[in-house]
């Protein structure tokens, strides 16, 4: 047991769960930016603080599993663009297909 601290705890172990990165760059015009920052009571639009709540928000409208931590912003020429890196959930029965078709093509010399 791990210890008087975790009292009534549970756990659960499994596969490891696999992620999917990408990069993801949302571009908008500088004045769009502002009004939904304003729309969020978001008072400093050009924070990372902002720029963070701004993306998380629009990740969370994306509602597909992504999640984001850091958010990097660029301003220029009458746009924002946030950037960052999400990650989300690879379903566990897609990886297992792709990972068969992979080394089906491996036996057969085909895979890099």
């Known amino acids: 047991m791990a210890g008087d601290r975790w009292q009534g705890a549970t ?3 499994g ?4 992620y999917i990165q990408q990069y993801l760059d949302l571009k908008l015009p ?5 009004q ?16 963070t ?3 998380e928000a629009f990740v969370e409208d994306l509602d597909d599993g992504s999640q984001c ?7 220029g020429d009458g746009m924002v663009v946030l950037m960052t890196v999400v990650s ?22 085909q895979a890099e």
């Open 11 to 13: 756990t659960d172990r």
């Open 15 to 18: 596969k490891p769960r696999i």
């Open 30 to 34: 500088e004045e769009r930016y502002k």
């Open 36 to 51: 939904i920052c304003r729309e969020m009571e978001l008072e400093e639009p050009f924070s990372e603080e902002a720029a």
């Open 53 to 55: 709540a701004v993306m």
């Open 69 to 75: 931590d850091s958010v990097h912003f660029h301003r």
């Open 88 to 109: 989300f959930p690879y379903s566990q029965a897609t990886y297992d297909r792709l990972m068969a078709a992979y080394l089906a093509k491996k036996a057969l010399g």
